[in-house]
C-alpha cells in the first residue's frame, strides 16, 4: 500500500522506480516519482535525476548516450542505461531536453494500449496505470528500441563471457 506523498531534494533510480514524471512544484519544475511502493516528489529536473542515477551506477549520461549510439545507431530518444547488472533501462518520452519529457522504466511495463484520442496508457508490473500524453506508435517504438539495447548489451556480455570461459579451458602457453 502506497504512503502519503513524500518531497525530497535528491533522488537515485532504484529496481523500484516506475516513471519520472515532470510536476510543477512551487513555480519550479520538478520530477513526480512512482515506485513499486511509494510515490514522491524530486526537487530536481527529471533529466538531472536521470544524469546523477548514471554517475551514481559510475558512468555519465553523454557516455550512456554514446553507448547505446554505438550499440544501436539511435540518436534521437535514445533509451540509456542505468545499471545494467540490474536491468534498469529507461527511455523518455520525447527528446529529452524538453521540459515535458517523461522516463519510464522498461522492465516495469506489464501492458500498454491506445486510448480514444490514440494516445498511450500504461499499465506497470504493481498494476498502477498511468494514461500518458504520448501517441501510441511512439511509445510503442520506444518500447521496442529499449528491448533491443537490452537484447544486444546481454548478447555482448554473454560472448565475453564465453569468450573469457574459452581462454580459461584453452590457456596460451608460452614457449
Known sequence: MKTKLKIVDEYEITPYTLIIRPIEHEGMLCSQIYEVYDDLTVLMKPISIIKTSCEYFGSSYEGRREGTRNLTGYRHKAPIVIDQSSSIF???????????????????????????????????????????SVSYSTFETQVARTAILKTKLDHRIAETKRKYRTMQEYPIIEK
Open 90 to 132: 529507461f527511455f523518455p518520452t520525447t527528446s529529452p531536453v524538453r521540459e515535458h519529457c517523461v522516463w519510464i522504466a522498461h522492465n516495469h511495463i506489464e501492458t500498454f494500449t491506445k486510448d480514444d484520442n490514440n494516445q498511450t496508457i500504461l499499465v506497470f508490473s504493481n498494476k498502477q496505470r498511468i494514461h500518458l
